[in-house]
């Protein structure tokens, strides 16, 4: 690997740019680390150091206590630990489904080459607006009027679908995708809600895990697109002609070839899933709450904002983050295909 | 084992790569697909592969039909231009994975795998990752893996070209020898003619997409079936000098060459080889041309001569010497002479 700029190592450095080095080094780490560590004493501060203006250093500036801890842990213990294996539950399943769905329809994508009919997939959608439409109107149970949908579509399809010419391409999948994402979520949050509502889902794990798993698609789809496509062909080909089949070559191949990216994407996944607010605030109301919702409960109070409950709160969220960091850090490395090809 | 090409054919939406190819290779032959970049030899070979759609014709592989078969139901091995071995695995496990697939247990992958790495020599090295090999190794890693389940058929894409100069000579001879030994089947795709010279039974020469000559290397150097075959195999290539051909004489220029035959061909092409020819005096020559430069090349030096527009190179005993523009004569025996048209690229044979 050619670096532009290789930095010199600190050991090697003069006496003076050392110290200046450290300097800058530790000023910047206390910079990233202070809000955490803000969090972390405001957990142990009373209501009357939160409000009587800044105090920093625990025992000198004030005498920290453990009633937040105490209140979160032990007078709402069940409550907490509710929320907090909802969230842990949601997020690591939504991840697991998105990634792994993700990652193969992604690979299809990079791999295989696409041209569906543009009357055909635009028939399809009207086809299913139309079940829709006989749902809210008349009342048709949904079941039978998705049935019905796909077997109009299905007849359709072969009587008429040989007569488009215009076809799409993976790039316009791909846009389809990410087009998903472009939208804001508010948009759809109500009609996630209505659908969800007419299966009787609401406030089930199942439906935040399924619309997680949906709005996350489209990033694990292109993140893992790119990673897909930089692995030589040669490998893969060479894996089958070894006697893989397609998918023996995806999982030996292509999927250890990609581990870094697959990591950095889980992780991402991991995230946005564990943090997650406006969706899950609409699909669940009290046995699936997860713990931004509870968070986001205590500044709603009477008792105004409890700066001290939410900071034990966020301290217990950044640790499953954290730890999924730390596993998956090892796994993000460059310099994996080295080897592979000369060229 | 056979493979056997049918009517073969390939087009990339409108345009034609492989024109109706048909090729019969004998169980244990070693055949050569020569042709330059672009030529669909390339193409050729990842159809017998499966890696690549038909659009016309038929392949059988040991007499089974497998033109609508998956690569991994060929029961072929492939080494590929860039070795393609896998950088998560270790030789051992690169050498492996076709056994892993097949399900064969660890200990009988182990003992397989050490004995097919000692014939290619890496035994020592089976431990490493492809990343830790140099270019040579990788080549041997990848044929081991190639040469680890004993196929019907070996394909080989350009499995030399990224050797250096000297390795490749050395490899040559060793895929040479091993071929011979294991008497497996194979392919091989080059676009270099000394290695198709070299190593092959049996040469194919593509150009276009259309198979020009199929024939033992010596065939295909001493009876070229047209005009490109003839310029496309030796080193130097066929000199030709343009003329006509008027009922057995060959005009080009003041000067006329008794070829024996009676066609009269208005746009005709004369070829010789360089070692055919000889450097005379100007009065004593077939045909007079000027001398362009004189090279030492060691054993011989190579004379450059011009016969009016035309360039052709003569390979002169080591001694010879001669000054620039001069005019030389360029003798040669009329049964070294090859006749073509200019017109259609086609041999005029004479009878």
């Not at chain 1, 000198?60 to 801890?69: I, K, R, T, Y």
């Not at chain 1, 105004?304 to 301290?315: D, E, N, Y």
């Amino acid at each position: 690997m050619q670096w532009l700029f290789e930095p010199p190592s600190i050991r090697d450095m003069a006496p003076g740019t050392k110290v200046l080095v450290y300097a800058i080094l530790t000023f910047w780490t206390a910079f990233v680390l202070f809000p955490i560590y803000w969090v972390l004493i405001t957990s142990f501060k009373s209501a009357i150091d939160v409000n009587s203006g800044p105090v920093y250093l625990p025992f000198v500036d004030f005498q920290p206590s453990l009633h937040a801890w105490k209140e979160l842990f032990v007078f709402d213990f069940w409550d907490t630990l509710s929320a907090y294996m909802n969230s842990l539950i949601i997020a690591l399943s939504a991840t697991a489904a998105s990634v792994i769905i993700g990652s193969m329809a992604s690979y299809a994508l990079a791999r295989f080459e696409y041209q569906p009919r543009f009357g055909v997939v635009f028939m399809f959608v009207l086809v299913m607006i139309g079940a829709f439409f006989t749902v809210g109107r008349y009342g048709v149970d949904w079941r039978l009027s998705c049935a019905a949908g796909v077997a109009v579509f299905y007849f359709l399809a072969r009587a008429l679908g040989r007569h488009f010419k215009a076809r799409l391409s993976n790039g316009d999948i791909l846009f389809w995708m990410i087009s998903q994402r472009i939208l804001a979520p508010i948009v759809v949050v109500v009609p996630i809600y209505m659908m969800f509502q007419q299966v009787s889902l609401l406030d089930t794990h199942i439906a935040i895990i399924l619309t997680y798993t949906v709005i996350n698609l489209p990033i694990v789809i292109w993140l893992m697109y790119d990673f897909f496509k930089s692995i030589p062909i040669d490998l893969e080909e060479c894996a089958q002609l070894d006697g893989a089949t397609r998918f023996r070559v995806f999982l030996d191949i292509v999927l250890p070839l990609s581990r870094s990216g697959l990591a950095a994407t889980t992780l991402l996944v991991m995230i946005l899933s564990w943090n997650e607010y406006l969706l899950a605030l609409f699909l669940s109301t009290s046995r699936a709450q997860t713990m931004p919702i509870l968070v986001a409960a205590m500044n709603a109070g009477e008792r105004g904002i409890l700066w001290w409950s939410m900071s034990v709160v966020i301290i217990v969220m950044i640790i499953p983050v954290v730890i999924l960091a730390i596993i998956l850090q090892r796994y993000i490395s460059k310099g994996l295909l080295l080897g592979a090809v000369k060229g | 084992m056979t493979v056997v090409l049918d009517a073969v054919s390939k087009s990339f939406g409108n345009v034609k790569v492989l024109h109706d190819l048909s090729l019969d290779v004998q169980d244990g032959e070693f055949l050569v697909l020569l042709g330059a970049s672009g030529s669909g030899k390339s193409t050729a070979l990842r159809m017998i592969a499966g890696l690549e759609t038909v659009s016309g014709g038929r392949i059988s592989i040991s007499g089974r039909d497998v033109t609508d078969e998956l690569p991994k139901n060929r029961d072929v091995a492939m080494v590929f231009q860039s070795y393609a071995l896998y950088p998560h695995k270790t030789v051992a496990e690169n050498i492996g994975y076709p056994l892993k697939i097949r399900r064969m247990s660890r200990t009988d992958i182990e003992t397989q795998v050490r004995e097919v790495a000692a014939q290619v020599r890496i035994g020592e090295l089976l431990e490493r990752y492809p990343r830790e090999l140099s270019g040579g190794q990788r080549q041997r890693v990848a044929l081991a893996r190639a040469m680890v389940r004993r196929p019907s058929v070996f394909l080989m894409d350009e499995p030399l070209s990224n050797l250096d100069a000297k390795l490749r000579g050395h490899m040559r001879a060793e895929l040479k020898h091993m071929q011979h030994e294991l008497g497996i089947t194979t392919i091989y795709v080059t676009h270099d003619q000394i290695e198709a010279m070299t190593l092959a039974h049996r040469v194919a020469l593509l150009e276009g997409g259309r198979l020009q000559q199929l024939a033992a290397p010596k065939t295909i150097y001493e009876d070229p079936e047209n005009l490109f075959v003839a310029q496309f195999i030796g080193s130097p290539p066929m000199n030709v000098a343009h003329g006509r051909l008027d009922a057995g004489t060959f005009v080009i220029g003041q000067d006329r060459v008794a070829t024996g035959g009676t066609e009269t061909v208005s746009n005709a092409v004369i070829g010789l080889r360089a070692e055919d020819c000889q450097v005379v005096a100007p009065e004593d020559g077939a045909i007079r041309a000027q001398l362009f430069a004189n090279e030492l090349i060691g054993d011989h030096t190579l004379v450059t001569a011009k016969i009016g527009d035309d360039m052709v190179s003569i390979k002169a005993p080591k001694e010879f010497e001669a000054g620039f523009d001069e005019a030389i004569g360029i003798a040669f025996e009329t049964d070294k002479l090859y006749l073509f048209n200019r017109d259609t690229g086609a041999r005029i044979r004479r009878s």
